[in-house]
Each structure stands twice: as C-alpha cells, then as structure tokens.
C-alpha cells in the first residue's frame, strides 16, 4: 500500500507543504491529498485589495498541482479523529471519510471577534474570499458621503483602510486603532504612515478600545460613538475549532502545539503549519500568524515527513525567523519595515513606491512558490520506513 498522505487547508501553508511533498517522496509509495473548501487557491494577502474591486489573478487547485502526484479535492473539513487517523468531509456531493498515515493539518484561521457585542451582526471582515467578495459588494453600492470605518491598527487594518481610500476618495474613511497608530514601528516609519494617513484624508482614533458594533458604527469602552455605514473589523485572528475538539494537545488558543520540526508533540503522526500551530521563533517567541512564518513552517514540515519517511537525515532547518514586515499603503505606496529576528522594528526602513514594488514582489512571489516548492531539481526519494 502506498503511504497515504492528507493535508488539510490550501492556504500557503497547507499548498507550499503538499508541493513540497510531492518533490521530496516518490510517487510509486505515496498518495498525497490536499483538501480544500476552495477549488483555488486563493492569496489571502490580497483580500484588501478584492475588497475594493480589484480583480486577482484565478489559480485553480487542479491546475496548480497538475501533474505533481498532489491530488486536490474539493470539500470542507468537518472532523477529524487522530485515534482512528480518519477526516471527515462534506462537499457537493454529500459526505465521505477519508482515511491517512500522516496528517498535515492547515486549516488555518478566520477572523476573530474577540466576543465583541455586534461584530457578527454588523462588521466585514477580509479573512478569506467569501468575506471580501461581501465587502466588496457593499462598497461597490456605497454612494458618494458613505462613511467607511476600519477597526484594528495592525497590519491588515492598514493596508484595508489605505486601499479602501485610495481606491474611493469620494467615501469618509476612518481607522480606530486600540493603540498609537503604528506604535511598533520606527519612528520613521510612523511619521510617513501619518503622512499617508493625512494625504488619503483618513481620520485616525488612536488609543480607541471598541466595545461595541452596531449597525451605525461603533462604540468605544469610554461611551464615544464614531458613526460608520460600513464597518470593517480586522482585530487579528482565531484558528479553526476543530482542531481543539479532537484529542491533540493544543493551546489556549486552539493551535496544535508542535516540536521544532511542526510535529505534534501528542500524536507523531500529525504535523501542523501555518496559524494552526503554535511553534517557537527566536527565543522562544511564538511565531505570529502570518504568510511569513506559515511558509517557512511548511518546508520544515514537509522536509521532516521526507527525511522520517525515507530514512534520510534531516534536512537542513528552515529559517524560522522574520526579516521584514512589508505593509502595503494602497497601489502606489507602502512601508518595508525591517525587524530583528524575534520581529522587532530595526532602524532600517523603505517607503514610497519602492515599498509599494517591494510588497508586490513579495506577494507575487509568495504565490508563484505554490506552484515552485523547491528552488533546484530534487530527487524523489523510496519510503522505507512508516513509522
């Protein structure tokens, strides 16, 4: 029988680790499954931008991984039970279960509400395709005067409430931040953040803690109303329950608690990468919930089921460590932030157009290693261990 391999979650962690996969093992003793809601792969680092009307380039699964030994499916993960090593799915065409030998889960993460009253009832999200594409739509009926407000301050609020004022001028943009604007980074890079701000004409409440969403906006713990016809929440992020729900060890958070090589320290035969696991950066720092860490998480993962599978030593370790935090400010604009390894802000710092060409490649980049696992021509190696 050939060793039965199942990744769960097409993001870029999930859809880097299947690849990845599929280049180090040899298809005569592997069959490597890559489940997915989504028949495409789909650049969540983009969702800003699909949010106000941009039209992104199609990458669907089957053609992704044609030819690879990567088979994808089309279906939505509805348990798994890491006793019995099955997953259990439903998709158009009812349900099914499918059975593994080693699990990569990476289902990933959705947005968080943090149990604020009202997110649900009355806020957009950009977490994923379904959630901008409804965004999208309410901007696109949104006239002229509309009041537009994002929440959250950190990287994904940014690049939101920069794009969407970039792109409708006509609309009254805001962003309430729980913080200083940009506090973490340089003061550099603060000051031309407020000077974007300023030439987008975004009015900035900083050090405002949201209580409340209503369908008028919203309100903050200190009884201040900031009227808004659409509001936007972009507060960070919450893994995907399933995971907690099984009898894998996992964190206060919900992510799988995983050794050095993404492994499962309760079960050996489960790996996890990207938001749905909680591994340690320099010093002992958790990894945050980013492109930048799940991809890296994703080539060790795969290298280590290689290297455990066909007997080899380990492959070299990848670098678990960040070098930049690249913020898109619209299509013309941006801030390349350069940090320590443990992703504190350094001294260094790109701005303007060249930041913005910058995160472009970045982005590109990111998608076009889906399809590109490997940077060199590998060998395919023999299974000769299952264990």
């Known amino acids: 029988m050939k060793h039965r391999i199942v990744v769960l979650g097409a993001g870029y962690a999930g859809a880097m680790a299947a690849g990845r996969l599929a280049k180090r093992l ?31 380039t199609p990458r669907p699964l089957g053609e992704v991984y044609a030819g690879t030994g990567v088979t994808p499916r089309v279906a939505r993960v509805t348990a798994v039970d890491v006793d019995r090593r099955t997953v259990a799915l439903a998709g158009d065409h009812g349900t099914d279960e499918i059975t ?30 379904p959630s901008a594409l409804r965004l999208r739509d309410r901007l696109a009926h949104l006239a002229a005067g509309g009041t537009v407000l994002v929440v959250g301050g950190g ?87 399933i995971a907690a729900a099984t009898t894998l060890a996992v964190a206060e958070t919900g992510q799988i608690v995983v050794d050095d090589t993404m492994r499962s320290v309760s079960h050996p035969e489960v790996y996890a ?8 950066g320099p010093g002992g720092k ?73 995160k472009e490649f970045v982005c590109a980049g990111a998608a076009w290693s889906i399809g590109h696992p490997v940077l060199y021509p590998v060998r395919r190696h023999r299974i000769v261990s299952t264990r």
């Open 286 to 358: 958790p990894l945050r919930m980013s492109c930048a860490s799940g991809i890296p998480m994703a080539w060790q993962a795969a290298d280590a089921i290689a290297a455990r599978l066909t007997g080899r030593a380990k492959f070299p370790k990848a670098p678990l460590r960040y070098f930049n935090q690249c913020i898109s400010l619209g299509r013309r604009d941006g801030i390349i932030q350069y940090v320590t390894a443990d992703d504190r802000a350094r001294a260094g710092l790109l701005t303007g157009k060249i930041a913005a060409r910058y």
């Open 273 to 280: 990468v990207g938001d749905a696991a909680i591994a340690a």
């Open 155 to 241: 990287l994904t609020g940014l690049e939101a409430v920069t794009e969407i004022a970039e792109a409708r001028p006509d609309l009254d943009v805001a962003l309430a931040a729980r913080d200083g604007l940009g506090d973490w980074l340089n003061g550099r890079a603060q000051q031309h953040l407020r000077g974007v701000c300023d030439r987008l004409g975004i009015t900035v409440h900083e050090h405002a803690d949201i209580a409340r969403v209503q369908a008028t906006g919203a309100v903050t713990a200190d009884g201040r109303e900031i009227p808004a016809q659409v509001t936007v929440w972009t507060t960070g992020f919450s893994v995907h329950p």
């Open 26 to 56: 040899h298809p005569d003793d592997t069959e490597i499954t890559l489940v997915n809601a989504d028949a495409d792969f789909v650049e969540r680092v983009r969702m800003h931008q699909l949010a106000t009307g941009q039209d992104l």
């Open 100 to 129: 593994y030998d080693t699990l990569v889960y990476a289902l990933g993460s959705a947005a968080a509400d943090h149990g604020v009253p009202g997110v649900t009832a009355h806020a957009y999200d950009i977490s994923g395709r």
